[in-house]
């Protein structure tokens, strides 16, 4: 291999990460600060007061919800926009909205995905129309900017992940209140959780798909109609 060759590579994988970082960063303006996927309503219903709790809930989540719908989700995704696989884009999209419990869970979605389409049609990234599913949803157009930036399939899992994790941690700063420092030592605890739970993802078969997260969709549910509430989920 010519030296060139070799010091095209890092620049490559450089460009690569800056683009994973670009996606998952909060500054990102797509609204995901704006819903907390039934975690305000877990506050206010009493299920989680205090920073184990919280760790508890946040680790049930990201094992029985991430873990077995979107990380491998966007595994699958990000093949079938690798490969030109219409079809298959449709089918997981669909398939992801219909695990969607709640109105609020199903409208976060939505509205993620369609902010991030946006985003990408003024910075001329859009995907192929031929391809793209209608109306399609946060983790199918993620999918998309991940395989057109050069993402791998496992760091892509980690960077949703991870904002996933930041996102929550945000919540419970701004609706627990968590301090800052509580937050960080929660992070410290879940990061090698976050590498566990993108592991079983990656090996998870078509048939071990699907969150099994009653108490998130009880939470989400009744968020729908609190009195008071500062998020949208």
């Known amino acids: ?66 873990g077995r719908c979107e990380l491998p989700l966007l595994v699958r995704l990000q093949q079938a926009w690798a490969v030109g696989d219409a079809p298959a884009l449709d089918e997981w999209d669909g398939w992801l909205k219909a695990t969607r419990e709640t109105a609020e869970l199903s409208d976060e979605d939505a509205r993620l995905g369609a902010a991030l389409l946006r985003l990408l049609r003024s910075l001329e990234l859009e995907p192929p129309s031929a391809l793209m599913p209608q109306s399609p949803g946060y983790v199918t157009v993620f999918a998309w900017v991940a395989h057109q930036r050069g993402v791998p399939p496992r760091q892509a899992l980690i960077g949703f992940a991870w904002a996933w994790l930041e996102n929550q941690l945000a919540v419970a700063c701004k609706a627990m209140p968590l301090g800052h420092t509580a937050a960080q030592r929660l992070t410290e605890q879940l990061r090698p959780r976050v590498v566990e739970v993108v592991a079983q993802a990656l090996a998870r078969l078509d048939g071990e798909l699907g969150p099994i997260l009653p108490g998130l969709a009880l939470a989400s549910a009744q968020h729908e109609t609190q009195y008071s509430r500062l998020f949208r989920s």
């Open 1 to 66: 291999m010519s030296t060139d060759s070799m010091a095209g590579l890092p620049a490559q994988e450089d460009l690569a990460l800056l683009g994973l970082l670009q996606l998952v960063s909060p500054a990102l303006p797509i609204g995901a600060f704006a819903w907390s996927q039934g975690l305000e309503s877990a506050f206010e219903l009493g299920w989680v007061t205090q920073e184990q709790e919280l760790g508890e809930w946040i680790d049930g989540v990201l094992e029985d919800g991430l």
